[in-house]
């Protein structure tokens, strides 16, 4: 590693994704000064092996965590490395590692703790109905929720590797919750990205996949975030308004 710069992590969560982790993990290599660690979630393919002949460090799961529980295995493993950032990345080759060293750049030039890769024009109108419900009901300043390349400040890092953070559903919306209610400063990229490679996405397979995961964030919100209060305060300010 480059020791001129600071030491960076890069954590790709990733579950039967051997048709194109290997692929992700050199771009990323060759686009960053950087780590990298593919955390294999309890994969049934060889997505170890390959993202091991790619050059990445693996933490092999013995039990499927999802997502979040994957993602957070690898803040662990920065923390305990003394990483003073961590970025995420998708294993499907829909980010591209090309956008590293922009957010990067953003991230140590101080004026967030968490910047996220974003990129409007991939949003469907399901996601664009859910990001509009959401952004009302939080009042998180973030178009894209569910967007996996994020940049981590060390501290923002830290909390997520926090025993508070663990047990997460849906770690896009709730990662977000949980460091905009601790007064982390979230700042958005537009960055390009690809369709994915293969699959399709867990959130937004289909009109019922969407329901279920806004009725489930739903109550997240109400339950981390003093939804009820705010929307009072709102109402009395335009009760206030009207008189």
Request: with cysteine.
């Amino acid at each position: 590693m480059n020791k001129s710069r600071r030491p960076v992590l890069v954590v790709i969560p990733a579950y039967n994704e051997a048709a194109t982790v290997a692929e992700v993990v050199r771009d990323v290599i060759a686009n960053a000064v950087c780590d990298v660690v593919v955390v294999n979630d309890a994969s049934s393919d060889d997505t170890a092996a390959q993202a091991r002949r790619a050059g990445a460090a693996v933490i092999d799961l013995p039990l499927n965590l999802g997502a979040w529980g994957a993602t957070q295995t690898g803040m662990r493993y920065a923390q305990r490395n003394r990483y003073d950032a961590v970025v995420t990345f998708d294993a499907d080759g829909q980010h591209h590692a090309e956008s590293l060293p922009t957010l990067l750049a953003a991230l140590e030039a101080g004026n967030a703790d968490v910047v996220i890769g974003t990129y409007a024009q991939r949003l469907s109108t399901a996601k664009r109905i859910a990001w509009w419900y959401f952004r009302m009901l939080t009042g998180l300043p973030v178009q894209d929720f569910t967007s996996g390349l994020r940049a981590y400040s060390r501290r923002a890092a830290r909390t997520l590797a926090s025993r508070e953070a663990s047990l997460l559903d849906y770690q896009d919306m709730g990662v977000l919750m949980l460091l905009y209610q601790k007064g982390f400063l979230l700042r958005e990229l537009e960055t390009p990205m690809s369709p994915r490679k293969a699959g399709m996405s867990r959130v937004f397979a289909s009109w019922s996949v969407v329901a279920r995961y806004m009725l489930h964030t739903t109550v997240l919100c109400f339950a981390r975030l003093d939804v009820r209060g705010r929307i009072r305060q709102r109402i009395a300010v335009r009760s206030e308004t009207a008189a």
